[in-house]
């Protein structure tokens, strides 16, 4: 079908599964979708659609605007808060292991709309001077290494045989902090998931040496999260 809901095997709840894909789509666009346009993009009757999003709006997943615009509710905020602790302790242990290698603040990156913001960072425990970078600090995703790598994740999405291969990174000098260097890799082959996993040093990075070192910490944390 295309565009169309997946078929659904005898063990799921084929209501629930809708409901889910509705809410996805809806928490991926700015915009959001009228009740048309979701009718039209899952194949299925409008009747069926307010029910779905009704249900979503009562659990404050999804909100409906004057115009009648469906758009991602607070409470998707509330599950995504809940659900960073556990991608910090899957993250820490290759962080921890990057940052010592190589000597500079590690960090794992998601994007939150237009932003890129810092979920988990482990600073390195033998260099005197490094980056201090707390979790949390938020910057546009156009910006940094990290924000480029999520970038530049996007742009490998719909290539076929990179979704989860990768091998590239983006590079950064002085964009958020005046000395800072930066390299990032995209976290690639996590469906719903735009993230970075990068390095930020007050001394140049060797990009040729660090930078595949980043892609192999990139992946291994997408095998923890997968």
Excluded: C, N
């Excluded at 390299?183 to 993230?195: E, M, Q």
Aim: hydrophobic residues 45%; neutral net charge; glycine residues 10%.
């Amino acid at each position: 079908m295309g565009q169309a809901l997946k078929r659904m095997s005898a063990e799921t709840s084929q209501t629930l599964d809708r409901g889910l894909q509705v809410l996805q789509l809806v928490a991926t666009s700015p915009t959001g979708y009228s009740i048309s346009e979701l009718s039209e993009h899952f194949e299925l009757s409008r009747t069926v659609v307010y029910r779905l999003v009704a249900t979503l709006e009562g659990h404050r997943l999804v909100r409906r605007s004057s115009s009648g615009r469906v758009t991602a509710g607070l409470g998707l905020f509330t599950l995504g808060q809940a659900v960073r602790p556990a991608l910090q302790t899957k993250a820490a242990p290759i962080l921890r292991a990057l940052a010592d290698e190589v000597g500079a603040t590690a960090h794992l990156t998601l994007a939150e709309g237009d932003e890129a913001m810092a979920v988990a960072v482990v600073e390195p425990r033998w260099s005197d001077f490094h980056v201090a970078y707390r979790v949390g600090a938020r910057h546009r995703i156009t910006e940094a290494a990290a924000g480029k790598a999520i970038q530049l994740g996007r742009s490998q999405a719909g290539q076929p045989g990179r979704s989860q291969a990768g091998g590239a990174w983006a590079v950064s000098v002085g964009e958020l902090q005046p000395g800072a260097h930066g390299i990032a890799a995209p976290v690639l082959g996590l469906d719903g998931l735009d993230a970075s996993v990068g390095l930020v040093s007050l001394h140049d990075l060797d990009e040729s040496a660090i930078g595949p070192r980043v892609v192999d910490a990139a992946r291994a944390i997408r095998r923890a999260l997968s």
